[in-house]
């Protein structure tokens, strides 16, 4: 069975916000090597928890 969604009635409350790879890179510094290795796994776009949970960063000691 389906149902008619209307625009107004959605709230944004469950929406997942999806990140462009290579913008998910810039942003939280990653190698282009890392970046190259989030393409290939995820695709050009994802979400942000996909990201999160498979993006690996190197340490930054001193």
Do not use: C, D, I
Not at 12 to 18: A, D, F, I, M, S
């Amino acid at each position: 069975m389906t149902t008619h969604l209307k625009l107004e009635e959605l709230n944004n409350q469950g929406l997942k916000k999806v990140w462009s790879v290579a913008e998910f890179a810039k942003h939280y510094r990653l190698h282009r090597e890392e970046e190259a290795r989030l393409l290939k796994l995820l695709g050009p776009f994802a979400s942000q928890q996909e990201l999160l949970m498979n993006a690996t960063r190197a340490p930054r000691f001193r």
